[in-house]
């Protein structure tokens, strides 16, 4: 959801292919328009409001895995490029953390499941590593508790079964 109250759709899949079109919903009216769409078509991909109120979309998937992201300007309904992810992934996660970073994590890559993370840092728009996840997995789920540290939970490994297990990652920094 945008600071408006709209609610930004943007990629997903459609009839055999990634899609690159973009929509705002908007639940006051029950109307959807359309917006600018995406640089890149991506399924399986992230999207997450940053504190200066743009959305930034990473990774997903095209064929392959992707490592591009990308920036949505609610005021100009437009997309800018931004720094590529250190790894491809998709179907991973992404949480906006206290500090305005944005910590991504596992996901799948080219054929593997991933446990590395990374982070975003929207003033430099910059990645840096950020560790590992003790177990790879993708199509998980991650909740920021209310002491700053991220529960990841769920998801699938690399063999497809379905985990029973959780993490709680450490904070680290301001």
Same mark, same amino acid.
């Given at each position: 959801?945008?600071?408006?109250?709209?609610?930004?759709?943007?990629?997903?899949?459609?009839?055999?292919? &990634? /899609? $690159? %079109?973009?929509?705002?919903? =908007? #639940? !006051?009216?029950? *109307?959807? +328009?359309?917006?600018?769409? @995406?640089?890149?078509?991506?399924?399986?991909?992230?999207?997450?409001?940053?504190?200066?109120?743009?959305?930034?979309?990473?990774?997903?998937?095209?064929?392959? &895995? /992707? $490592? %591009?992201?990308?920036?949505? =300007? #609610? !005021?100009?309904? *437009?997309? +800018?490029?931004?720094?590529? @992810?250190?790894?491809?992934?998709?179907?991973?996660?992404?949480?906006?953390?206290?500090?305005?970073?944005?910590?991504?994590?596992?996901?799948?890559?080219?054929?593997?499941?991933?446990?590395?993370?990374?982070?975003?840092?929207?003033?430099?728009?910059?990645?840096?590593?950020?560790?590992?996840?003790?177990?790879?997995?993708?199509?998980?789920?991650?909740?920021?508790?209310?002491?700053?540290?991220?529960?990841?939970?769920?998801?699938?490994?690399?063999?497809?079964?379905?985990?029973?297990?959780?993490?709680?990652?450490?904070?680290?920094?301001?």
């Amino acid at each position: 959801m945008l600071p408006n109250g709209k609610v930004l759709v943007a990629g997903g899949f459609g009839t055999s292919v &990634a /899609l $690159a %079109s973009a929509e705002l919903y =908007d #639940p !006051a009216s029950g *109307s959807w +328009t359309t917006t600018g769409s @995406l640089k890149t078509a991506r399924d399986s991909h992230t999207a997450t409001l940053l504190p200066n109120g743009t959305v930034l979309v990473a990774g997903g998937l095209k064929n392959s &895995a /992707l $490592a %591009s992201a990308e920036l949505y =300007d #609610p !005021a100009s309904g *437009s997309w +800018t490029p931004t720094r590529n @992810l250190k790894t491809a992934r998709e179907a991973h996660t992404a949480t906006l953390l206290p500090n305005g970073k944005v910590l991504v994590a596992g996901g799948a890559g080219t054929g593997l499941v991933l446990a590395s993370a990374e982070l975003y840092d929207s003033p430099s728009g910059t990645w840096m590593q950020a560790g590992s996840l003790i177990t790879g997995r993708y199509i998980h789920t991650a909740a920021l508790l209310g002491n700053g540290k991220v529960l990841v939970a769920g998801g699938l490994d690399a063999s497809f079964h379905a985990l029973a297990s959780a993490e709680l990652g450490a904070r680290r920094g301001p």
